[in-house]
């Protein structure tokens, strides 16, 4: 996060694109993606159950990342922007050894 753990919202990407934010509410967290031209995309918002720390986006989609935690091992997960089937997205978890780091 580019944003102290532990504050009730934190940005996890700010780019050219847009801005992702995870917020905590009263009982879970949720990510809210922002785009800088709002004719491109409609803002995205969803219900964050790995307890994301890192995000990367693009035109086209983005990517994020959890560490090892309660919730569990360590999560990649990809969400498009724009659906292409019915399984557009997509979730990769690491063996409990492995975690995400950047």
């Known amino acids: ?3 102290p753990m532990g504050l009730q919202r934190r940005f996890l990407c700010w780019n050219s694109v847009g801005i992702i934010v995870s917020r905590q509410e009263h009982s879970h967290s949720a990510i809210q993606i922002d785009f800088h031209d ?7 918002r969803f219900l964050d159950r790995y307890n994301y720390v890192v995000a ?7 990517i994020f990342a959890s560490g090892n935690n309660d919730s569990g091992p360590s999560t990649v997960f990809y969400k498009p922007f724009e659906t292409w089937g019915n ?3 997509w979730l990769f978890q690491l063996e409990n050894a492995e975690e995400v780091k950047c």
């Not at 709002?38 to 995205?44: A, D, G």
């Not at 990367?56 to 983005?62: D, L």
């Open 87 to 89: 399984k557009s997205e």
């Open 1 to 3: 996060s580019s944003t």
């Open 38 to 44: 709002s004719n491109l995309h409609r803002p995205v």
């Open 56 to 62: 990367a986006m693009s035109s086209t989609g983005a």
